[in-house]
């Protein structure tokens, strides 16, 4: 945690954009970022007097699921995930780059997102009418996906 730069953005999300207030839950999802930077999320979560959740894995982890995955086995992971996104009161998504071509070429992609991606982030976190966006943080090399206010409140969210 020594990149005065990750820690800023760690307050942005968890202060401002997201607005988490204490006592409230705050499901992190990293993809392929840095450790520190997940680190400074979970500090900054803390700070605001918040309780963060953390999903932290890869882009080739994520395949390995898809890969081998059918219908069954991406309804068994949404009905988990779909458990734990409900209970949450903010939701910080951020994603790395490593190749964006990775996911190319799965037969099941398909499935995992009508079984999976769709009950879990579409019907939860997307759902809810938007009411901002997130300014764009330049030479960011993350795709950034927030969503605050879960559970039904007002979100921000970022495409």
Not at 37 to 54: F, N, T
Not at 74 to 80: I, M, P, V, W
Request: proline share 5%.
């Amino acid at each position: 945690m020594n990149d005065i730069r990750e820690r800023k953005l760690a307050e942005l999300l968890v202060e401002y954009s997201v607005d988490l207030q204490k006592g409230e839950r705050c499901l992190i999802n990293a993809v392929d970022v840095p450790s520190s930077m997940v680190e400074e999320l979970i500090a900054a979560v803390y700070r605001r007097g918040g309780y963060p959740e953390v999903n932290y894995t890869s882009i080739t982890i994520e395949r390995a699921l898809i890969e081998g995955g059918n219908a069954e086995s991406f309804a068994s992971l949404a009905d988990s995930d779909a458990y734990r996104m409900d209970r949450m009161d903010a939701y910080i998504g951020i994603r790395g780059v490593v190749n964006p071509k990775e996911m190319n070429g799965l037969s099941s992609m398909s499935d995992y997102l009508t079984y999976y991606n769709t009950p879990v982030h579409h019907d939860r976190r997307v759902a809810q009418e938007p009411v901002g966006l997130c300014s764009d943080i330049p030479r960011c090399s993350w795709l950034l996906r927030l969503t605050c206010r879960c559970a039904g409140s007002p979100i921000i969210s970022t495409p």
